[in-house]
């Protein structure tokens, strides 16, 4: 890259640790000049290639995202300006200016609370708490106060920005496509009857504008079959279209379902979300959006913790991989000159190139591998001359985030550097959640690695969708090249095999059918969740005793049968394959030796009848056959003795499946 001209790579001369702020403790408009003075006397080290800072840096020490520090000192600059600032860097408000934020404790710690503080003879002004969900608490505060609320938090307590949900949903061409239930075997269910009746089935989103629309219109289920629970501090039909097109979506698969519409802003909500869900029996949730910087291994960070606990209380969980599939880079930290910044590849490139148009922009994350010594890396945005336009630079063992906003009037290009301040050098990642406007192939991009949380829950109730266009649902296995750019792949950064389904995406939607996108069109693996999760209710219908984990396991054995997408067996591309369900049958029995034997962990009280899953002796699936059923194998082999004293048709799929010596 050349950041004058084209295409050669460009090195970033050291820039000197920022020193941290021996007057922390004291009050924010004191920090604010000590940070300048700092920022001044950095500037007086760097040549005209390098990069003085733009703005006061916060000190290392103060347990808060610095995208909050850098919103609190624009608007102490320009209080006019509050709106605007907190709109470019993607912050969650009220109407009245407060910023949403959560108080983010460890797990098993009490919530921080304005009462809490208030016992400790600590007022915030401004602070309201809206929510609370264990040790996460949701609140809105005047921007101006929250260094002050920082500095009060106790240990281990974390001021943690709210950004606008990552929805994972991008542009989408002009022939979306009508009557989904035909793309994955579902119709012959639906007309059989297996309408997803007697399942409920929760769609977690935040924006549910034109639902009354959608439901006059018979795109989505009537008041008396949709419960609405709004956890945020809007109203509901507000904020956007996302949430009803994912609602349409499963609808389209699974009409006779009942639904329960969840409004949700941050992981506060979405947890209170999933206690209602378990307390009321919903059997599916559906989960649109992508969740970053919660945890480097599996099962960690909350948005897991949360998939989890719906997951053990029986819940089948479907959440999207993330379209991230452009715009994520993993590497281990390289420094051959030694001068603090990465080098991304061989040609010594520090780095990466964005395009960026006017009124676009994005989010950037990074997160790294916290398992092994303290670790303080900062993420910075450069213009061509190499100025600053944003960084995160939190402390150790904290990551990064930061959004911007391209206001210059025209398009640009950005470019994205991270350095190492201190500590340890561990492998890291990074995401770029950027707006139509955003260039969609960045440099030094890496396919592998991009999903998302809570993708990386290993619940195997917890299924992670990808995406393939709805037309590509004819090809048949090893076809290759059907998976959207934008979706993203596996493996977890813990080494498990991601995604676990693909859903079709390009849904006709009421939802998105508006002067601005006249054609309806909604796509991303937003839209392929959704799908799967209709799929799953309708199919879970047609055997509604089964548990989740059979439902699961179900579709994804059907997916290795007809649409075992790209190498043979699970991949990191399309997982176990496109969701496709077997011909429908009455009284069809499941055989799969490689599930668990339930009738045994059920310890002799299973009633002989019950089918609570695929069986795994055809023994158990004889004595729960009715008269003219159908038992279908999935390959394996019984070398058990069977006898069977009923009449009922046999099939096996995928395999050969063998019975007897």
Known sequence: ???????????????????????????????VGLAL??????????????????????????????????????????????????????????????????????????????????????TIPTLTVHSIWRHRVSAHIN???????????????????????????????????????????????????????????????????????????????PDSRLDRQNFTWSTFEDDGFHGTACLESAYDHASGASYVAYKIANLTDVGQAVDHAISNDVDILSHSIS????????????????????????????????????????????????????????????????????????????????????????????????????????????????SWTNSTGSTMNAHLAIYHYSGATPEFEMFYNGTEGSSSNPQHQEFEGSTTSPSNTTDSRVISCGAAKYDNWPEENGATGLI?????????????????????????TVAYASPSKPNGAFGGTSCATPNLAGVAGCFWSAFPNMMASSVGS????????????????????????????????????WVDRDFMDWVTVLGGVWDGSTVYGPFYRVEDAVSAMGTGGRMVFLGNSYPEPVTATKRFDVETIGSTATLGN
């Open 1 to 31: 890259m050349s950041l004058a001209a084209a295409c050669e790579p460009r090195r970033l001369e050291q820039r000197p640790p920022l020193p941290t702020t021996a007057m922390m403790k004291s009050l924010p408009y004191v920090l």
């Open 37 to 122: 003075c700092a920022s001044t006397a950095l500037a007086q080290d760097l040549g005209p290639e390098h990069v003085s800072p733009a703005r006061p840096r916060m000190p290392k020490e103060l347990p808060m995202d610095s995208v909050l520090w850098d919103l609190e000192q624009a608007v102490r600059q320009a209080p006019t300006q509050l709106f605007v600032e907190a709109t470019q860097r993607r912050l969650l408000f009220a109407a009245d200016g407060r910023v949403n934020v959560e108080l983010v404790g460890k797990p098993g710690m009490p919530p921080v609370t304005a009462e809490s503080l208030a016992h400790r003879d600590i």
């Open 143 to 221: 921007p101006i106060h929250l260094t002050q609320l920082a500095m009060a938090l106790p240990p281990s307590v974390d001021l943690r920005a709210v950004l606008e949900p990552s929805l994972d949903e991008p542009s989408f061409g002009t022939d979306p496509a009508d009557l989904f239930a035909d793309y994955c075997g579902v119709q012959q269910y639906i007309d059989a009857g297996a309408d997803g009746s007697g399942k409920t089935i929760g769609i977690l989103d935040y924006k549910w504008d034109n639902l009354t629309e959608a439901q006059a219109a018979g795109a989505a289920p």
């Open 291 to 402: 969740y970053y910087n919660e945890g480097w291994a599996d099962d960690s960070g909350d948005a897991c913790a949360q998939a989890d606990e719906a997951a053990n209380a029986g819940i089948l969980y479907f959440c999207s991989a993330g379209n991230r599939g452009r715009t994520h880079w993993q590497d281990t930290f390289l420094d051959s000159d030694g001068d603090g910044w990465h080098e991304w590849g061989s040609g010594g490139d520090e780095t990466i190139d964005i395009s960026i148009g006017n009124g676009g922009g994005g989010t950037y994350f990074m997160s790294f591998n916290t398992a092994g010594a303290g670790a303080d890396y900062d993420v910075y945005l450069f213009d061509d001359s190499l100025n600053e336009l944003d960084s995160g630079t939190d402390g150790t063992d904290n990551f990064e985030e930061f």
């Open 484 to 508: 959207q750019g934008y979706s993203s792949r596996g493996r977890s950064n813990s080494g498990m095999m991601l995604p676990d389904l693909i859903g079709p995406t390009g849904n006709w």
């Open 554 to 589: 179900l579709l994804k054995d059907q997916a290795r049968v007809y649409r075992d997408w790209g190498d043979s067996g699970d991949d990191i591309t399309y997982g176990a394959g496109g969701a496709f369900l077997h011909e429908y049958a009455a009284g069809t029995i």
